[in-house]
């Protein structure tokens, strides 16, 4: 199925828009995270591995979304 640039340009204003909610919100949870701890925020290797492996399995969901018929 063809879709107009119009489609194409509103669906790409709209992922990116809710990507960009999703992290705001994402690293504002892990400061208030830290704060409450009274820790000074630290990622290491491990958990940067678990956020990515996490972050590609939800874009392959988003993926498989477009192949239903």
Known sequence: MNRTNSSRSKILLVGGLLGL????????????????????????AGDGVKV????LGVLKLISD????K
Do not use: F, P, T
């Open 21 to 44: 909610l999703s992290g705001l919100l994402a690293a504002y949870i892990l400061i208030q995270k830290s704060q409450d701890n009274e820790e000074d925020l630290s990622i290491n």
């Open 65 to 68: 979304l477009g192949d239903r």
């Open 52 to 55: 990515g492996l996490s972050v």
